[in-house]
């Protein structure tokens, strides 16, 4: 009898998650107040695959995708979700300091220019003539003058007015400005909230439409992660990506988990955006290829390049500095496929 209960036991934990000693504790900040476009991570923990991985991830509210990297180079996170663009910015000036992407999550970057169609505004253009609006220091911004040089815009032409982003809807529907420098996965919901419509009355220029070949955000590290705990990273990449795949495939759980960590958010808001991020950010041709969480070097290297010189970077990082896919799961692991429900 005794051999059978040891044997039923020996079985038990065989077939049982792992148990760790000791869980590593990491610090984790999100790119901006809680919304959908957040699920991987949310979901990650709230179905515990943090835990899975001998990981105890504490998840706070952000100050911005750019912040999110300096917040990991100041010591006070170990790893964020936020943008890659922000990870070559600092690492031209600071080599060695700053974060590591480790897990690309949008494909797509959501700089855009958005004007009102009574605007008459149908092409680079017609910007020429103009007043286009912005906060200043943002990705959109600064990168205007590369998208400018590229779409043949005469800046002189252009009158540009610097504005906190909260006035940047408000000003454009007044019709104060033409036109306004924005992230399209906030701005489409904040015109929604004023009770606009973003679809048919709003003419989008998405940056990587018009030679603005860039990625944006995605999971990243700081540098002593990577150097002391690489089993951690390996852990934090095989919880998100496996939330990922579930994100992917169901909104409903997804949204639970935001619930779940906060219920002050607009569920049906941040579905939306969840939704908006899903088909409009992360869901690309490349990804089918190469699989969600990697990138192209190469391409990398052109973004490089379009972020030196639109903030004017001394110091050229390689592509390698600023993004490490050795934790990467295999591919097949990671084959993305959007599916609304």
Same mark, same amino acid.
């Given at each position: 009898? =005794? #051999?059978v209960l /040891?044997g039923a036991?020996?079985?038990?934990? *065989?077939?049982?998650a792992p148990?760790?000693a000791?869980?590593?504790d990491?610090?984790?900040t999100?790119g901006?107040?809680?919304?959908?476009?957040?699920?991987?991570?949310?979901?990650?923990?709230? =179905?515990?695959?943090?835990e899975?991985e001998?990981?105890?991830?504490?998840i706070?509210?952000?100050?911005g995708?750019?912040?999110?990297?300096?917040?990991?180079m100041?010591?006070?996170?170990d790893?964020?979700?936020g943008?890659? #663009?922000?990870?070559?910015?600092?690492?031209?000036?600071?080599?060695g300091?700053?974060p590591?992407?480790v897990?690309q999550l949008?494909?797509r970057p959501?700089f855009a220019?958005v004007?009102?169609?009574?605007a008459?505004?149908e092409?680079?253009?017609d910007?020429?003539g103009?007043t286009?609006?912005?906060?200043q220091?943002?990705?959109?911004?600064?990168?205007?003058p /590369?998208?400018a040089?590229?779409?043949?815009i005469?800046?002189?032409k /252009?009158?540009q007015?610097n504005?906190?982003?909260?006035?940047q809807?408000?000003?454009l529907?007044r019709?104060?400005?033409?036109g306004?420098?924005?992230?399209?996965?906030?701005s489409?919901?904040?015109l929604i909230?004023?009770?606009q419509?973003?679809a048919?009355?709003?003419?989008?220029?998405?940056?990587e439409?018009?030679? %603005?070949d860039l990625?944006?955000?995605?999971m990243?590290?700081?540098?002593?992660?990577?150097?002391?705990n690489?089993?951690?990273?390996a852990?934090?990449?095989r919880?998100?990506?496996?939330?990922t795949m579930?994100v992917? *495939?169901?909104?409903?759980?997804?949204?639970?988990?935001? %619930?779940?960590?906060? #219920?002050? /958010?607009?569920?049906?808001l941040?579905?939306?955006?969840?939704e908006f991020?899903?088909?409009?950010l %992360?869901?690309?041709?490349?990804?089918?290829d190469?699989?969600?969480?990697?990138?192209? &070097?190469?391409r990398l290297?052109?973004?490089?390049e379009?972020?030196?010189?639109?903030?004017?970077l001394e110091?050229?990082?390689?592509a390698?500095e600023i993004?490490d896919?050795?934790?990467l799961p295999?591919? &097949?692991?990671?084959?993305?496929?959007?599916t609304?429900?």
């Open positions: 009898m =005794k #051999n /040891v036991t020996l079985a038990l934990m *065989a077939g049982a148990v760790f000791e869980m590593t990491i610090r984790f999100l901006w107040k809680t919304q959908g476009s957040d699920a991987p991570f949310l979901l990650a923990l709230d =179905k515990g695959y943090f899975d001998g990981l105890n991830v504490s706070d509210q952000g100050e995708s750019a912040a999110t990297v300096t917040r990991i100041g010591g006070a996170y790893a964020g979700f943008d890659i #663009n922000a990870i070559i910015q600092n690492a031209a000036a600071r080599p300091e700053a590591v992407m897990y949008w494909n959501p220019i004007t009102p169609k009574t008459g505004i092409n680079p253009e910007f020429e103009k286009l609006g912005g906060a220091g943002t990705p959109t911004t600064r990168l205007f /590369v998208f040089e590229i779409n043949g005469d800046l002189d /252009v009158a007015e504005m906190a982003p909260n006035l809807e408000p000003m529907i019709g104060d400005i033409d306004a420098f924005v992230f399209t996965s906030t489409w919901f904040n909230a004023n009770r419509d973003p048919n009355d709003y003419t989008w220029f998405n940056f439409d018009y030679g %603005m990625y944006s955000n995605g990243m590290v700081s540098r002593e992660l990577l150097a002391e690489p089993e951690a990273v852990g934090l990449v919880a998100v990506n496996k939330a579930e992917s *495939a169901n909104q409903d759980s997804s949204i639970e988990a935001i %619930m779940a960590y906060d #219920n002050l /958010v607009d569920a049906d941040e579905r939306a955006r969840l991020a899903l088909t409009n %992360m869901n690309a041709p490349e990804v089918t190469i699989g969600m969480g990697d990138l192209v &070097d190469e290297t052109r973004s490089i379009i972020v030196a010189k639109g903030y004017d110091r050229l990082p390689e390698s993004f896919r050795s934790f295999p591919v &097949d692991e990671r084959r993305f496929e959007t609304i429900n």
